[in-house]
């Protein structure tokens, strides 16, 4: 296990010496034939673009995508912690992309970016990729080098996270949701560790402008007026992108940084989906391949997300939805976020709204399709340097530092606050929460038994270190711990540096100015250092490898809306991630060595693991019916283009199977007298829909609707397993009549 990229004389096993050898193999192939190509064995007339490009530093690069869709049905969704929201189909398949950056003279040194569709990182499925690659490839990827980066979608499926509190609305934990990211995100990496090729790193950035809003700006408005007063917008309109070049410039994918909430997708929505960012990286990996399947093209296009905290993708704004009363169709209260004292009725508008969330899912994640097509097709600087990488952990629980000012501070035992409940415009909160009510005022005494009830009550110097945040839920570590942890206390601390390319893993979502000052600060200090120089770029990625919640800044964590109240290390978190990762620069030097110190590895909770969601017991068809008999066909009429073509089956449970890499679902278009796949489950044009028609009996239907895209002759095709209640799970096939689109 290496903690930076320095071999420090430790010999590698047998399996790794291969897998060094064929990639040295590789790197001096590619070295050859740059020198070829540079004119210095025979003169040609090479353009100053290519001498440039062989100037830059040379990487082996690695790009891999998995498939990561766990059950589609009967599990609560991830994001909106709504017990309502419970899955009952598929939009969209959720997808890990894995990035790998080697350095080819020093195969050992590399890092790994996973960016992948689920809400967030998690401690536990990371401790088991991690496992899964170690063992695969010893020596070279570890707990140190691998980041997992969740593109924050809430309309992924839930159940997968370690600790207790997300799973309080999933019934617990599902093992399926995990197993399936484990597995897909895995096979990423495997796809990008087996296709390394040497190659360049190239960066560029532009303004995105109809992406993201502020969705707590009363709060943003705290921060100083000088401070603000350096940037034009309060939400960061950045679209920065990494772009992965072959031996001969050309693109072999996109690893892109952009801030905007996985919510386009409404709490209501109940398909599971990648939300705006898994519609981008679809968009970009068909443009590149229109004639490749989702999941199967070579050219891998990845929208991380940045300091995602305070933005929304539903740039409309809020407003109140409250038939009958005065205030509706009004912007929400400013400070509050509330329409009649109450959050309920106040929810945020995207730009597509008066047609569907799907549309504006669609328009925001197009937006940064177009922001990075820009940044890709434009001028980029060259990523020039060395690989390098450095992880520790650090136990957020009453950590003690010293402020730039020489102030002591402390972070504090983890607890969420009133306005943690209260919601967001995003997705609004229940009863009588709000945001932003910090007051001294006894909070409503109901809550105040019920708040004990559930979790243990705080002690006077928790309280205190909290302040000004009035605490509804303790659930720091040591205190609430049964049946077993509800929150993290030890987080994840992290950096990879490409060049002059530095990413900021961060365990937590931080707010806009929170990121800022955290990208500032760092990016000061590696250049104080004199680990880079005035080009270097400094990115924030998160929230990764483990879910910490928010980072507010100071003044913000003081105003108390939802990402305050959802700080849950105090005050002081933002400046204690600040002067913990600065401390770690030096280890981002070329010349780096050893080690630095750590707290404890958090420990593992997976095995404690409690779920009360039951199996399938068995599926059955309806009397003179079989699995996959067509009950509602297509019409005997033409279709348009534009029209929606529906098909209802005799089903069963998609739980039993869920065919990862696979599909429930098929479009096939006839072309030259045989039927050939057009499209998939995992097209935003499909959409697959299950319902249980008797628990009893054990029936189910599906649906499956197409939005037709062009004319042609097709038929719809429907893939599914059933479970009997003795016996094997057995696949089936269900096929709608040919039908002529005009």
């Not at 969209?92 to 960016?115: C, G, H, K, L």
């Not at 296009?301 to 905290?309: C, L, P, R």
Request: glycine share 10%.
């Amino acid at each position: 296990m290496y903690l930076l990229g320095y071999d420090g004389g430790t010999s590698l096993p047998l399996g790794n010496v291969v897998h060094c050898f064929l990639d040295a193999v590789r790197a001096l192939f590619f070295y050859l034939t740059a020198l070829v190509a540079s004119g210095s064995l025979w003169p040609h007339d090479a353009s100053a673009n290519t001498r440039v490009m062989h100037a830059q530093t040379q990487y082996l690069l690695g790009l891999g995508i998995g498939d990561i869709t766990g059950p589609v049905v009967e599990t609560n969704m991830m994001g909106y912690a709504s017990l309502a929201q419970t899955d009952t189909g598929l939009h969209m398949r959720q997808r890990s992309r894995a990035f790998i950056i080697a350095d080819p003279t020093n195969t050992t040194n590399r890092i790994v970016f996973i960016n992948s569709d689920i809400c967030m990182g998690d401690t536990g499925i990371r401790r088991s990729i991690v496992s899964s690659l170690s063992s695969l490839y010893p020596g070279l990827y570890s707990n140190t080098n691998i980041a997992l980066v969740g593109t924050h979608s809430h309309a992924g499926v839930g159940g997968y996270l370690e600790d207790l509190l997300p799973q309080l609305t999933a019934l617990g934990y599902v093992n399926a949701t995990a197993s399936a990211i484990i597995q897909g995100t895995v096979r990423a990496v495997q796809q990008a560790h087996e296709n390394l090729a040497p190659g360049t790193l190239s960066v560029g950035n532009t303004t995105v402008l109809n992406a993201n809003i502020n969705r707590s700006p009363s709060a943003y408005l705290a921060n100083p007026a000088e401070e603000r007063a350096r940037y034009e917008y309060d939400q960061d309109k950045d679209l920065t992108v990494l772009r992965f070049n072959d031996a001969e410039g050309n693109p072999r994918g996109l690893l892109s940084f952009f801030a905007v909430h996985g919510t386009s997708l409404y709490e209501n929505n109940t398909l599971v989906s990648g939300d705006n960012k898994g519609m981008a990286a679809h968009l970009y990996e068909s443009y590149m391949e229109p004639s490749s399947l989702p999941g199967q093209a070579t050219f891998v296009a990845g929208f991380a997300q940045s300091n995602v905290g305070d933005t929304s993708p539903n740039i409309l704004g809020a407003f109140c939805e409250s038939p009958g009363q005065p205030y509706d169709g009004q912007p929400c209260d400013f400070e509050h976020s509330t329409c009649g004292n109450r959050t309920q009725d106040c929810h945020g508008r995207g730009p597509g709204f008066r047609i569907s969330d799907f549309e504006s899912n669609r328009l925001i994640g197009l937006a940064q399709f177009t922001g990075a097509q820009t940044v890709m097709n434009g001028s980029m600087a060259p990523v020039n340097g060395a690989v390098r990488w450095v992880h520790t952990y650090l136990d957020m629980a009453n950590h003690t530092f010293t402020l730039p000012n020489g102030t002591a501070a402390r972070t504090c035992p983890a607890a969420l606050g009133y306005s943690f409940a209260g919601g967001t415009t995003d997705g609004p909160g229940a009863f009588d929460f709000i945001q932003g009510d910090n007051s001294s005022n006894p909070q409503n005494p109901f809550w105040e038994i019920v708040k004990n009830a559930v979790t243990p009550p705080p002690p006077p110097e928790q309280v205190a270190c909290q302040a000004p945040k009035p605490i509804l839920l303790n659930t720091a570590r040591g205190y609430a711990h049964t049946p077993y942890e509800w929150s993290p206390s030890t987080v994840d601390i992290q950096m990879l540096r490409a060049g002059n390319f530095v990413m900021l893993i961060m365990p937590g979502e931080l707010t806009t100015m929170a990121g800022r000052r955290m990208r500032e600060a760092l990016r000061e200090k590696l250049i104080s250092s004199g680990v880079l120089g005035d080009d270097a770029y400094v990115v924030v990625a998160g929230p990764a490898n483990t879910y910490a919640h928010y980072v507010a800044t100071r003044e913000e964590y003081g105003v108390q809306r939802y990402e305050g109240a959802s700080t849950m290390f105090g005050a002081a978190t933002l400046e204690a991630y600040i002067d913990k990762y600065g401390s770690l620069v030096s280890y981002l030097a070329d010349d780096a060595t050893g080690l630095p110190a750590s707290d404890p590895a958090p420990p593992e909770q997976t095995s404690k693991a409690i779920s009360l969601r039951t199996s399938v017991i068995a599926d059955n068809p309806p009397i003179f019916k079989k699995f996959g008999d067509v009950l509602s066909d297509v019409s005997s009429s033409a279709y348009h283009a534009g029209d929606t073509v529906r098909v209802q089956f005799v089903g069963a449970n998609p739980r039993n199977n869920l065919r990862l890499e696979g599909t429930f679902l098929t479009v096939d278009r006839m072309v030259s007298g045989q039927w050939i796949t057009v499209r998939t489950d995992s097209h935003p044009s499909t959409v697959y829909q299950w319902n249980r028609t008797s628990t009893i009996l054990g029936t189910s239907t599906v649906q499956i609707s197409w939005t037709i895209e062009e004319a042609g002759t097709y038929q719809i095709v429907y893939y599914g397993d059933s479970k009997p209640l003795i016996g094997s799970i057995s696949p089936f096939t269900g096929t709608s009549s040919s039908f002529i689109v005009r």
